[in-house]
Nanobody
Framework: QVHFVESGGGLVQPGGSLRLSCAPS????????VGWYRQVPGGQRDLVAQ??????????TYSHAVKGRFIIPSDAAANTWYLQMNKLRPEDTAVYYC????????WGQGTQVTVSL
């Protein structure tokens, strides 16, 4: 089954930065919406950032928890999406995933982000 493959997580100190990336395991043409999610143990998977393309315009939106700190860069390669995470906080610790919010495919394994001293 086609799924997204996430990478780039790791251990970082509070205030630090990480850049996550995700790409589908096989070619998915015409993908117009990609969301970044995160999930803590025992919690639900929350959408924290979304990239959407309509016509020639790209729109990015962010949850209140990450707005102003996380960015989906505009320099993405074809079929690869990034999440630039700055000013990381301990509460950002989670497994991060990406998927199509409108038509989800199989979930990947995600990438663990741990923010700690």
């Amino acid at each position: 089954q086609v799924h997204f493959v996430e990478s780039g997580g790791g251990l970082v100190q509070p205030g630090g930065s990480l850049r996550l990336s995700c790409a589908p395991s096989a070619d998915i043409s015409g993908l117009e919406v990609v969301g970044w999610y995160r999930q803590v143990p025992g919690g639900q998977r929350d959408l924290v950032a979304q990239w959407s393309k309509s016509g020639g315009s790209v729109t990015t939106t962010y949850s209140h928890a990450v707005k102003g700190r996380f960015i989906i860069p505009s320099d993405a390669a074809a079929n690869t999406w990034y999440l630039q995470m700055n000013k990381l906080r301990p509460e950002d610790t989670a497994v991060y995933y990406c998927n199509n919010p409108n038509s989800p495919i199989s979930w990947g394994q995600g990438t663990q982000v741990t923010v700690s001293l």
